[in-house]
T-cell receptor, first 115, second 114 residues
Framework: AQSVSQHNHHVILSEAASLELGCNYSYGGTVNLFWYVQYPGQHLQLLLKYFSGDPLVKGIKGFEAEFIKSKFSFNLRKPSVQWSDTAEYFCAVNRRSGGSYIPTFGRGTSLIVHP | KAGVTQTPRYLIKTRGQQVTLSCSPISGHRSVSWYQQTPGQGLQFLFEYFSETQRNKGNFPGRFSGRQFSNSRSEMNVSTLELGDSALYLC?????????????FGPGTRLTVT
């Protein structure tokens, strides 16, 4: 079945450590890629997105993600995490279906950053 | 600008009942999407409405339905509730339909079916 996989369900880091969260999808056609974040007690919000062009995209709060088409991956990275990055992170793929897009989310990665 | 609002925030129903959830999008947004979030399945897309018409639909049974009004407000209805329908239901609005428009999520309605 077509899906979005986030390999790390729980990640625990210390402040200043580097972060990489994996995301793979299984759709072969046209896709748009997203990372969303949900901070404790807050709504889901967009972190960054990729539609076309430069496969390295930069988002808010120092996050970036790289689209590697050959690997069907869109991994999220941050060189130095902060305690305030503690949150749930969701990768999402919009795949083209007819004249519209169908969104599919990964199951999320819970990140805890220790001060 | 006010964000996406959802009412009610919490709801407890019994099996076999039906429920209606409401979503008010950000002013000026014409697209409303609904998602079901559970610990086991994550976020799953239910459907999207744009200009009062359902544009996309996820893989959910016909017990799940929705509609959108001329002011872009949307309602979601679940009939003949089952225990497995217990979940957080999220609404998201955007200016246009689907990609590339950014979605803005509401706080969700927590539905518990007993």
């Amino acid at each position: 079945a077509q899906s979005v996989s986030q390999h790390n369900h729980h990640v625990i880091l210390s402040e200043a450590a580097s972060l990489e969260l994996g995301c793979n999808y299984s759709y072969g056609g046209t896709v748009n890629l997203f990372w969303y974040v949900q901070y404790p007690g807050q709504h889901l919000q967009l972190l960054l997105k990729y539609f076309s062009g430069d496969p390295l995209v930069k988002g808010i709060k120092g996050f970036e993600a790289e689209f590697i088409k050959s690997k069907f991956s869109f991994n999220l990275r941050k060189p130095s995490v902060q305690w305030s990055d503690t949150a749930e992170y969701f990768c999402a793929v919009n795949r083209r279906s007819g004249g519209s897009y169908i969104p599919t989310f990964g199951r999320g990665t819970s990140l805890i950053v220790h001060p | 600008k006010a964000g996406v609002t959802q009412t009610p925030r919490y709801l407890i129903k019994t099996r076999g009942q039906q429920v209606t959830l409401s979503c008010s999008p950000i002013s000026g947004h014409r697209s409303v999407s609904w998602y079901q979030q559970t610990p086991g399945q994550g976020l799953q897309f239910l459907f999207e409405y744009f200009s009062e018409t359902q544009r996309n639909k996820g893989n959910f049974p016909g017990r799940f339905s929705g509609r959108q009004f001329s002011n872009s407000r949307s309602e979601m209805n679940v009939s003949t509730l089952e225990l497995g329908d217990s979940a957080l239901y999220l609404c998201a609005s955007s200016q246009g339909q689907g990609s590339p428009y950014e979605q803005y999520f509401g706080p969700g309605t927590r539905l518990t079916v007993t």
